[in-house]
């Protein structure tokens, strides 16, 4: 009788050390992925390791602290390694005297977490693989740790933040998520002091379910407010039902809890992924911009009702058929309606300029979003008298 050829389960160097991490990842608290990622680097030959987080203004990389970590000044994302490899997603390589820098995109989901930056004598492909895998077990870390501490909310604060923007930064979803067929990217200003500006979306099977809202006024009133819309919204979705019954909800819900002189502007959308079929509700809300080949070809003008909470009539349900690439811009009336001192409102079409100006670089869609959001706030002198929240999606095929 001939014996079975024996497989071979021994574990291997690159096996050892990323079974290092998943191994301690069930119990390991949250201020000590620092120490570990340390541990595992330096038994890979590196040295000098930081775990880089976007602060919430995303214009920085701001180093995580942790015992094993090196520290440092933030990076600006805009002039940097990190903020090249933060931005395109790819690895980015720096040659010097003392060895190779190397940066390594965090990515969960397709949403950007932040940078993993490592020194080796030397870098080889095998080098290359254990990192980029290690780089992808901490971001499942820091995703999965976040809600159990406080830490990496503080690394990405760079200011004093409103118990208003508190509420909605923790009622959002990841602020992108890349996928086969589609992605998407969303931005909130002023990051540190938003209020009644919010969205939400979900992947359900081949159907993205997305939602942007607007709630009247400033403050603990309006995020009170966009938290119930919120609520409504995911509690509708859930249970399956169509927009304009997820219109009426909503509805129901601010009507009652705020009466019938507060109201949310609104827009709820679903994206069949595989065919690019798009449906959406308006209800008070801007209409959304179509980009076509890297060009605005214009708005989603649809009917309307009233906004969520004013007890409107059943919304009409817009459709459209996208093509492969079609990008769709959906945005607050802050986006538009703000204005420079003593100068007339941006409006819309200078808007379409600048999303055409940026669009015409075929960026994806994370690095579009920030820079059209980041643009206009240099346009307003750095500050802003409303919300002005966006969010992109594009239809991949």
Request: include cysteine; charge should be negative; glycine fraction near 12%.
């Amino acid at each position: 009788m001939t014996a079975e050829p024996r497989t071979d389960r021994s574990e291997s160097f690159g096996e050892a050390l990323l079974g290092a991490v998943l191994d301690r990842a069930h119990e390991l608290p949250p201020h000590l992925i620092g120490p570990l990622v340390a541990d595992v680097v330096e038994r890979l030959g590196g040295r000098c390791p930081q775990v880089l987080l976007q602060d919430y203004g995303q214009l920085l990389l701001v180093p995580l602290p942790g015992e094993g970590l090196a520290d440092g000044e933030p990076h600006v994302i805009d002039d940097s390694a990190a903020g090249r490899c933060f931005l395109d997603a790819v690895s980015v390589e720096l040659p010097g005297e003392d060895g190779v820098r190397i940066h390594l995109p965090l990515l969960d989901g397709g949403d950007q977490v932040g940078v993993l930056a490592v020194t080796l004598n030397h870098a080889d492909d095998d080098a290359r693989r254990i990192l980029r895998r290690l780089s992808g077990l901490v971001a499942d870390l820091l995703v999965t740790k976040h809600g159990y501490s406080d830490l990496f909310f503080r690394t990405r604060r760079g200011e004093p933040m409103s118990v208003a923007a508190e509420i909605q930064w923790s009622l959002l979803p990841p602020l992108a998520m890349i996928m086969p067929r589609v992605a998407l990217a969303g931005v909130l200003e002023p990051a540190y002091d938003v209020a009644g500006d919010s969205f939400d979306y979900a992947l359900n099977g081949d159907v993205l379910h997305l939602a942007m809202i607007d709630a009247m006024g400033h403050g603990l009133d309006a995020a009170t407010m966009a938290t119930v819309a919120i609520g409504a919204y995911r509690h509708a979705r859930r249970l399956g039902t169509g927009l304009t019954e997820i219109y009426a909800f909503m509805d129901e819900a601010v009507a009652k809890q705020f009466g019938t002189e507060h109201f949310v502007t609104a827009q709820m959308m679903r994206l069949d992924t595989t065919t690019g079929h798009l449906q959406w509700v308006n209800a008070g809300h801007p209409a959304p911009i179509l980009v076509r080949d890297h060009r605005v070809t214009g708005r989603l003008v649809a009917p309307t009702t009233l906004p969520v909470g004013l007890g409107g009539a059943e919304p009409e349900i817009s459709a459209l058929g996208l093509e492969r690439g079609d990008r769709v811009l959906c945005f607050t009336d802050g986006l538009i309606e703000e204005h420079a001192a003593g100068e007339e409102q941006f409006g819309e079409e200078r808007l379409i300029d600048w999303v055409n100006g940026l669009e015409g670089a075929g960026r994806g869609v994370r690095a579009v979003a920030r820079a059209l959001s980041h643009t206009l706030k240099r346009a307003r002198g750095g500050r802003t008298t409303d919300d002005a929240t966006l969010l992109l999606v594009e239809w991949r095929g």
